[in-house]
């Protein structure tokens, strides 16, 4: 006997479950295949990555920096307000106005990392509670100065950056509209994610780094200085940070929405679950960042097509991500000294 025969349910019931079931997986496929789903997840994927980029230096050296979300905040708003006071659709020597605003994003993005580097390293405060009031201001300063200089906590549309286009190159299928035929702020995340990798990987300076969060009285003891090295980490993180942040209110948006949680949405947090989720590894955090990126990337394409899924459940993926790979893989570690200050001829 058929199953749906033993089902209490009548027959229309069952046809209207499959019906809309098949409906269902269909939209869901050609959401998967849709080229404005892939080059929605590139541009998505920008502040997640960049962030987790300079958050990885950051936290190898032993610095944990959770006030990524705060750089994020300061860099898009900054990007945004001085690309309109400048003049949107402009240019000053010959440059436009928006890599103008992309440039002091990242400047205050770094001067608020540095600001947090003298607090943490010199005054040896609580990095997770500097971290959050990094956060915490930048939330209320945002909004804040939104309304003095436009009378709201939104500010005025400024457009985005226009598309690279290259000849020839972007007719190629796939490859072509998505790494051809984009906007720069893309480019400057892969470049970003390559740059990290061989910083990390194949330089001094990595070693260091690396260094500074396993074992400073080690490397301290190797004659070099372990406070220079973190202060250029998490200035380090404030670059990469500030190109995130920036590259996604003047690429993707446009403009920059103070209310709330801003236009930003916890993408500094989501970026912290990366780079945990890629075991500190700059390439592994940047497919990380597709992976979340695309999944909201799908749900606004499976929400414009009428079915309601819940952005704040989506958002939850990456943090169970995270719990998952900690308990049942057990891969990520995090490094001997993050967290802990350290003094030059310390015992």
């Known amino acids: 006997m058929p199953m749906r025969d033993r089902l209490p349910i009548p027959e229309s019931s069952y046809m209207q479950a499959v019906v809309g079931g098949g409906l269902v997986a269909t939209v869901l496929f050609l ?20 962030a987790a980029i300079g958050g990885i230096f950051a936290e190898k050296s032993g610095v944990i920096n959770i006030g990524i979300e705060g750089l994020l905040i300061v860099s898009a708003f900054t990007g945004v307000v001085v690309t309109f006071r400048l003049g949107s659709g402009e240019s000053t020597l010959l440059i436009s106005h928006h890599w103008w605003g992309l440039l002091a994003g990242v400047l205050v993005s770094t001067l608020f990392a540095l600001v947090f580097a003298v607090v943490c390293i010199e005054f040896k405060a609580d990095q997770i509670i500097a971290g959050l009031a990094v956060w915490l201001i930048a939330l209320g300063l945002a909004p804040f100065v939104s309304r003095i200089v436009f009378e709201s906590p939104n500010t005025a549309t400024v457009g985005t950056f226009d598309n690279v286009t290259v000849p020839v190159l972007s007719e190629f299928p796939l490859v072509g509209y998505l790494l051809f035929d984009t906007p720069p702020q893309v480019w400057i995340m892969l470049i970003s994610a390559v740059l990290g990798w061989y910083l990390l990987s194949r330089t001094s300076f990595g070693r260091w780094v690396v260094a500074s969060g396993e074992n400073p009285k080690a490397l301290d003891t190797a004659g070099v200085d372990v406070r220079k090295v973190r202060y250029a980490a998490v200035i380090l993180s404030g670059v990469f940070a500030g190109l995130g942040g920036a590259g996604f209110a003047l690429g993707q948006l446009g403009t920059f929405a103070g209310g709330g949680e801003t236009d930003i949405g916890g993408r500094g947090f989501i970026a912290i679950a990366t780079y945990l989720f890629a075991n500190y590894h700059p390439i592994g955090a940047l497919a990380g960042s597709f992976l979340f990126a695309g999944l909201d990337a799908i749900q606004v394409r499976l929400q414009a097509a009428g079915y309601a899924v819940p952005t704040e459940l989506i958002r939850t993926i990456p943090y169970v991500t995270v719990i998952v790979v900690l308990v049942f893989v057990g891969k990520t570690r995090l490094p001997e000294a993050a967290g802990e200050n350290y003094e030059s001829g310390e015992d």
């Open 31 to 50: 959401a998967l295949a849709s080229p404005s789903t892939h080059t929605a997840t590139l541009r998505l994927a920008v502040p997640i990555a960049l």
